[in-house]
T-cell receptor
Framework: EAGVVQSPRYKIIEKKQPVAFWCNPISGHNTLYWYLQNLGQGPELLIRYENEEAVDDSQLPKDRFSAERLKGVDSTLKIQPAELGDSAVYLC?????????????FGPGTRLTVL | SQQGEEDPQALSIQEGENATMNCSYKTSINNLQWYRQNSGRGLVHLILIRSNEREKHSGRLRVTLDTSKKSSSLLITASRAADTASYFCATGDTGRRALTFGSGTRLQVQP
């Protein structure tokens, strides 16, 4: 069974540029999460989707960050414009559903460097 | 914001020795989990212990949970060089249905 797929694995951009990250969860997993991991820290939740609905986006900085999961499968996280402080690893995770939220499977992450 | 704090922040041991990492948290939890992260890789789930459990084993891993002290420990016995990684505890919040991670312990196992 394929795991959570993320692309790109690495991205280097200049500040003020836009950037997008893509995630394909494990097949059949209805719940999808985006986490932000700063260097030397644990991941922090940005947004959680149940199917195509964003049910928890309280930690998403909505002035520059946006996310979508249009068909309830793949998801895209976008930053526009990027700032130096956005340099971090962006992790996507999925779980079977709301009742199995505590069993999360993580992708390899996208490492973003903003110059 | 980080819920848990791991202790120590870094640990260096010799192959064959045991490694113990501790995690403290602040609020009531439904469960506590431990994850491993190799450099440049994603998180790998190691073990989950529920709030009504006190101890759990999985292979060379032993996890304890003391809800009265809001703390947990992860013991890795007979460590191997391949155990070198960062280890994170994560607490489960039933209300938010989300995991809150600590800042991690960086374990180095010297061959």
């Amino acid at each position: 069974e394929a795991g959570v797929v993320q692309s790109p694995r690495y991205k280097i951009i200049e500040k003020k540029q836009p950037v997008a990250f893509w995630c394909n969860p494990i097949s059949g997993h209805n719940t999808l999460y985006w986490y932000l991991q700063n260097l030397g820290q644990g991941p922090e939740l940005l947004i959680r989707y149940e199917n195509e609905e964003a049910v928890d986006d309280s930690q998403l900085p909505k002035d520059r960050f946006s996310a979508e999961r249009l068909k309830g499968v793949d998801s895209t996280l976008k930053i526009q414009p990027a700032e130096l402080g956005d340099s971090a690893v962006y992790l996507c995770a999925s779980s079977l559903g709301a009742d199995r939220w505590d069993e999360q499977f993580f992708g390899p992450g996208t490492r973003l460097t903003v110059l | 914001s980080q819920q848990g704090e791991e202790d120590p922040q870094a640990l260096s041991i010799q192959e064959g020795e045991n490694a113990t990492m501790n995690c403290s948290y602040k609020t009531s939890i439904n469960n506590l989990q431990w994850y491993r992260q190799n450099s440049g890789r994603g998180l790998v789930h190691l073990i989950l212990i529920r709030s009504n459990e006190r101890e759990k084993h999985s292979g060379r891993l032993r996890v304890t949970l003391d809800t009265s002290k809001k703390s947990s420990s992860l013991l890795i016995t007979a460590s191997r060089a391949a155990d070198t990684a960062s280890y994170f505890c994560a607490t489960g919040d039933t209300g938010r249905r989300a995991l809150t991670f600590g800042s991690g312990t960086r374990l180095q196992v010297q061959p």
